[in-house]
């Protein structure tokens, strides 16, 4: 196989041959870790090609699909780790910020990293981590001059017994010893996961990428310790990590104070527990069968625990890939579980607040999505029904290879649905929420001060407001599905301009030099022609810092980067709502608000804007007139009037203005 073949041209040349062995697109997903969706989409636009000959079924030829695997393990495709994904992570690589280590540990892995993947089934894997785990082993306890086989044998120390758990029924030979054979002794240090770092370090990328397993950086597991000790003593808590991998979590709880006895942690693979057991008796726990009673290898959502902890700590699966029969089941259990989807992360979380004590905390790393995406709520009306926030802290893209924001979620089974005292931290800022707040709202950003919640408040308590719910036109841009075919960067009598959302500015758009072929019925994603075409509306970004709205009576066509918003509430004019959704004020709103990227149409539906009177809304539109009109030099000072009179209209007091003013990017962005 040409190891420069992509993702897409392993499957170019597929030729039926009797002889060789198919499989369906189900098990095509699973081995590729990418969903049948996506899939299906490939072979719809002509990247992905199925075997020949095989009827109306989606069937492949499974070497090609093993050769693909290939290519995406040792890194030689990077197709999937270029999407926007949090389940997109690259191949067989070093997660080098999973713990602090000094070099010659993290030349060990390097060195096995570098080897053929291949080599590395599970039972070599086994036996690899094993011969490394009794090296760590030996520099604790003196060991006469025993190999590791006559160390399992003779049964001398009941670590005997965690290492031959680890190896189930691998059989030590020759082959495998090579593959440890001229590495450096791996270094002990106390309460570090080394070999947790071995195993995700060549474990295979469809493992990590179909049970949502994200291994957590040393530095974020020290600092959620540290914020969960802040508010609990730890000394004489029982603590669980649900989905505890290697046991990272578990090893720094215990240097932090909390008693080998007290904890416990479950997992649904078996190697990562045999890890995590060794691990604590690397660090002193040497009882064995408290190891083996309080560590499982078992399913904690399915697991019927009648046990209750003070405090359950971890890092949730995200996205894992559930199977029908699965789904269905948690359905039946689990009220965060439904038919439009199972988040893994929602499902624990419900499960560990009924493995809580009463005042007990529950403190997860997660993704910051759980807070403000409308198919979360249901977990988060979970919380609020039980629970105060007690901290937070917004870590942006933690995760090696993953492009996902992710926070640090601390909360209290104490019926109390508050978050007065919570601490939150978000970027250089750090400070304790003092005053009472809502939970009940579709959206959470607990990154807002107190005054910067007054400053919502007002907003959102000015009189006599509208909103545009019920009462405008939202439309997509175009997806044409082959940009090559459509989009020219040359004018001709087929075709005609197409903005992008970089075209986009407040209240104009900058001529594009990109030309579409207007053929609706082609296209992979369009919206009705008469939205289009209509005689007003207002093109906006959907990817943006802040709200950019600019006015078009041109009918011009956009593309999906920029989306189209066409107002109707009686008495009020477009160029009135372009004003508002301009706004620094309104910027502020949706900053505060959504803490989003994106500028959803939920989002635009629910920004309070305030009714004028008629001699107000004439002042307001001749102001926005004059400032598409105008030139760019005159443009700031105009838009410095328009938001003042902007800010009257909100009935915002100079403190609430200057918050505003200070929190806003420099005013003349995107103008």
Not at 2 to 7: F, P, R, S, Y
Not at 210 to 227: D, N, R
Not at 627 to 653: A, G, P, R, T
Not at 665 to 671: G, H, I, K, Q, Y
């Amino acid at each position: 196989m040409n190891e420069q073949l992509t993702i897409f041209d392993l499957f170019s040349e597929s030729k039926p041959n009797p002889q060789e062995s198919l499989i369906d697109i189900d098990a095509t997903s699973k081995k590729l870790g990418v969903s049948t969706a996506t899939i299906r989409n490939w072979v719809k636009l002509g990247s992905l090609k199925r075997a020949e000959a095989t009827g109306r079924k989606l069937l492949f030829y499974e070497k090609d699909v093993d050769a693909l695997f290939s290519n995406i393990s040792t890194g030689k495709s990077d197709k999937l780790t270029k999407r926007r994904n949090k389940k997109a992570v690259k191949g067989l690589d070093l997660y080098t910020d999973y713990i602090e280590s000094d070099e010659s540990n993290l030349v060990i892995a390097t060195e096995l990293s570098s080897k053929n993947p291949s080599l590395f089934s599970e039972n070599n894997l086994r036996i690899v981590l094993t011969t490394l785990a009794y090296e760590l082993y030996t520099q604790i306890e003196h060991v006469e001059d025993l190999s590791l086989a006559e160390f399992i044998d003779s049964k001398k120390s009941s670590f005997s017994v965690l290492l031959t758990d680890l190896l189930a029924d691998s059989v030590l030979t020759e082959n495998v010893s090579s593959l440890v054979a001229g590495l450096n002794v791996p270094k002990f240090i106390p309460y570090q996961d080394f070999l947790g770092f071995i195993y995700i370090s060549l474990n295979k990328l469809s493992n990590r990428k179909t049970t949502g397993s994200y291994f957590t950086p040393v530095k974020v597991v020290k600092h959620m310790i540290s914020l969960v000790s802040s508010q609990h003593s730890l000394t004489e808590e029982t603590i669980l990590d649900p989905s505890c991998g290697t046991g990272n979590f578990l090893l720094y709880a215990i240097q932090n104070g909390v008693k080998p006895e007290h904890i416990y942690g479950r997992d649904i693979d078996d190697i990562s527990i045999s890890i995590a057991r060794i691990n604590l008796y690397l660090n002193g726990l040497h009882d064995i069968d408290l190891l083996k009673s309080h560590l499982l290898s078992t399913d904690t959502l399915s697991y019927d625990d009648h046990s209750q902890y003070d405090i359950i700590l971890g890092n949730p699966p995200w996205g894992y890939d559930f199977s029908m029969e699965q789904k269905a089941s948690l359905i039946h259990r689990y009220k965060s579980a439904s038919l439009h989807g199972c988040e893994s992360y929602d499902i624990f979380i419900e499960k560990s607040l009924d493995l809580l004590k009463e005042n007990g905390m529950l403190a997860f790393v997660l993704p910051e999505a759980i807070l403000n995406v409308n198919t979360h709520s249901t977990i988060r009306h979970i919380i609020t029904s039980c629970c105060s926030i007690d901290f937070i802290s917004y870590l942006g893209n933690a995760f090696h290879g993953v492009d996902c924001p992710s926070i640090l979620f601390g909360i209290s089974k104490n019926g109390k649905s508050s978050c007065v005292g919570c601490k939150v931290e978000s970027g250089n800022q750090s400070f304790v929420i003092k005053n009472a707040r809502s939970l009940d709202e579709d959206y959470w950003n607990f990154a807002i001060t107190d005054s910067e919640d007054a400053c919502l408040k007002t907003i959102a308590n000015s009189d006599n407001k509208l909103y545009l719910k019920g009462q405008a036109d939202f439309a997509l841009g175009i997806v044409t599905g082959s940009n090559k075919d459509y989009i020219s960067s040359e004018k001709n009598e087929n075709n005609e301009i197409v903005l992008r959302g970089s075209n986009i500015y407040k209240y104009r758009f900058t001529v594009p030099d990109e030309y579409i072929k207007f053929e609706p019925e082609n296209f992979q994603q369009v919206a009705p022609t008469k939205f289009y075409r209509a005689p007003e509306k207002l093109l906006y970004r959907f990817i943006c810092s802040v709200p950019v709205f600019c006015y078009d009576n041109q009918q011009t066509l956009s593309l999906n980067s920029a989306n189209i918003l066409i107002p109707h509430v009686d008495g009020i004019n477009i160029k009135y709502i372009l004003a508002i959704l301009n706004s620094l004020t309104v910027a502020f709103w949706c900053k505060k608000k959504y803490n989003s990227v994106k500028l959803l149409r939920s989002h635009i539906e629910n920004i309070p804007i305030p009714v004028p009177n008629k001699d107000q809304q004439i002042r307001i539109v001749e102001m926005v007139d004059a400032i598409i009109s105008s030139e760019e030099n005159d443009k700031l000072d105009m838009f410095n009037e328009l938001e003042n009179i902007i800010m009257d209209l909100y009935q915002l007091d100079i403190n609430a203005r200057d918050i505003i003013n200070k929190s806003s990017e420099p005013r003349n962005s995107f103008l």
